[in-house]
């Protein structure tokens, strides 16, 4: 069963008033279904669709200048940036504030918006799921707020087991982040932005070769596969329209 249509599954099935969706590689401190369940209750006008809550072992970025360069970064906890990139920076937050986003990672969704919103299939390419969070909560962000809370904390260990290898890795990086642009961002400036986040990102796994020649190698090339098959579709389009 491919992953994005198992958690549509469950979303129709599941019952009670919260439902919470947990990768199975994240360990979340002992208080954090209550903290997470204040955050609703504390909203009777029930306009909060999702929370998510701190992951307290995000990585510091390195090279973060470059990577604001390339529209890869940037300030903010939980943002979508204008490329589609979308960043966490939730290291050192400390207040609850409504945000862009949500990981799947740990995500807690009213069971009302589970019931309106579905979980875009889309984005599984060979049975291997990446980027349906964010579409999946930006879509719901637009009726409802998604909430960060600092005080529901989990660590994501992001296990290796049930990865893709790193060619393919690198071709869906590529092909669902320029999906979620086009279907959600739509707009010359938004694409604009969202080339010249590729050519970093890509500029960037070079660069890494230098310290994992075979695993940087294997998704500069899935990559650049999949930058190849999206400008020859826009061409092709282009031609026959």
């Not at 599984?124 to 990446?130: K, R, V």
């Not at 660590?155 to 086009?182: A, M, T």
Request: proline share 2%; charged share 20%; glycine share 8%.
């Amino acid at each position: 069963m491919i992953m994005t249509h198992g958690k549509n599954i469950g979303l129709n099935k599941a019952i009670g008033d919260i439902i919470f969706i947990f990768d199975d590689d994240v360990i979340v401190q002992k208080n954090y279904l209550r903290e997470t369940a204040k955050i609703f209750q504390d909203d009777p006008q029930r306009k909060i669709g999702i929370v998510v809550g701190s992951i307290t072992n995000t990585p510091k970025q390195s090279f973060e200048f470059f990577q604001k360069i390339f529209l890869l970064a940037g300030e903010g906890c939980y943002r979508v940036l204008p490329s589609g990139a979308n960043v966490i920076n939730n290291r050192g937050a400390k207040n609850t504030k409504e945000v862009d986003w949500a990981s799947g990672c740990a995500m807690a969704i009213r069971r009302k918006v589970a019931q309106e919103f579905k979980v875009n299939e889309q984005y599984d390419l060979f049975s291997y799921g990446l980027g349906e969070d964010l579409d999946y909560s930006w879509r719901v962000g637009k009726r409802y707020k998604i909430i960060f809370n600092p005080r529901s904390r989990l660590k994501h260990i992001f296990s290796q087991r049930g990865r893709i290898n790193d060619f393919l890795y690198g071709f869906i990086y590529v092909i669902n982040r320029e999906y979620f642009v086009n279907k959600n961002m739509n707009s010359f400036y938004h694409y604009v932005c969202f080339y010249w986040s590729i050519f970093g990102w890509l500029l960037g796994n070079i660069v890494g070769i230098i310290k994992t020649p075979i695993k940087n190698l294997l998704i500069v090339s899935g990559g650049t596969v999949g930058l190849l098959y999206l400008i020859s579709t826009k061409i092709w389009q282009a031609v026959t329209e």
